[in-house]
């Protein structure tokens, strides 16, 4: 469950410091796998909006929850490259909405996600500089996305108005 909470959490503070209005947060606990009894937990946010600000802040808030992820996980120790994967799966959501978000930008002369290696001089519509920046402002940011994500993990759903109080907290 923390670890959904510490996803979300990634978003909605790359979010704020973006200035991208506030989308309510919630994690859910479905029961456990009936195969292997592990426990599972998933998060969203809910009325997202992804003309708010700039495309490229909207590309790092899509990549900040995998990244806050990844963070927390390697701060518990040593990372698997099953257990990153996994991770890295989670994200696939919203993979899927930077596509769309890169997509709409195509008459704007974006081509389409690029997923090569950033290289020196990045554009924006490259998803590995995204990862990069989102890791970057979540190592920055890491004690508010653990403010905001304790909260979630309490309460299971954050409205705007509770995510700004978390982020004021800390």
């Known amino acids: 469950m923390t670890s959904a909470a510490i996803h979300e959490a990634g978003h909605a503070v790359t979010a704020f410091h973006a200035q991208i209005p506030a ?3 919630e994690i859910m606990v479905p029961p456990a796998c009936g195969r292997c009894g592990s426990p ?3 998060g969203r ?3 997202l909006r992804l003309d708010a600000g700039t495309a ?3 590309l790092r808030m899509l990549a900040a929850g995998v990244e806050a992820e990844l963070l927390w996980a390697e701060s518990q ?3 698997s490259d099953p257990e990153r994967w996994a991770i890295e799966a989670g994200g696939v959501d919203d993979q899927g ?3 769309d978000v890169v997509d709409s930008l195509r008459t704007a002369g974006w081509p389409e996600l ?3 290696p950033p290289g020196p001089a990045p554009h ?3 998803w590995p500089h995204q990862r990069q920046r989102a890791r970057s402002a979540a190592e920055s940011w890491w004690g508010q996305i653990e403010a905001v994500a304790n909260q979630l993990v309490k309460c299971r759903r954050l409205d705007p108005a509770e995510i700004a109080a978390a982020l004021n907290s800390s």
């Open 23 to 25: 989308a309510s947060v």
């Open 40 to 42: 599972k937990s998933n």
């Open 45 to 47: 946010n809910q009325g």
């Open 56 to 58: 490229e802040d909207t």
């Open 77 to 79: 120790g040593p990372v």
């Open 97 to 99: 909405i930077a596509r």
């Open 114 to 116: 690029d997923y090569r």
């Open 124 to 126: 924006p519509w490259n």
